[in-house]
């Protein structure tokens, strides 16, 4: 059975750093596309970061390209999100995600993923 748990989520002011990690157990860590989620109040989940299961370099949404950096450590099963220059609009609950079989097109796509974890809160305020 797969599980992910995300933590490392809280306040923050803008400017700030936070990194979020995603556990992960039950699948064979490098077998999986793995990815960041977000959703804000009132808004559908967004894309954030991925990794396809045959490695290459991560993608990030427009939005914080430059700012968050995505990372795995197959070691420890387990993949993070560093966010750096944090602005009030990344505030949201942030989602990790993982599936066996989808392709590189659709990395950026929530439907294609089975497996969630259950979210971890991001507040940038001052």
């Known amino acids: 059975q797969v599980q992910l748990v995300e933590s490392g989520g809280g306040g923050v002011q803008p400017g700030g750093s936070l990194r979020l990690s995603c556990a992960a157990s039950?699948?064979?860590?490098?077998?999986?596309?793995m990815a960041w989620f977000r959703q804000a109040p009132g808004k559908e989940r967004e894309f954030v970061s991925a990794?396809?299961?045959?490695?290459?370099?991560?993608r990030y949404a427009d939005s914080v390209k430059g700012r968050f950096t995505l990372s795995r450590d197959s070691a420890k099963n387990t993949m993070y999100l560093q966010m750096n220059n944090l602005k009030p609009e990344d505030t949201a609950i942030y989602y990790c995600a993982a599936d066996q079989s989808i392709i590189l097109s659709s990395l950026s796509s929530s439907t294609g993923y089975r497996h969630w974890g259950q979210g971890t809160q991001v507040t940038v305020s001052s």
């Open positions: 990794i396809h299961r045959s490695g290459g370099s991560p």
């Open positions: 039950g699948l064979t860590f490098n077998r999986y596309a």
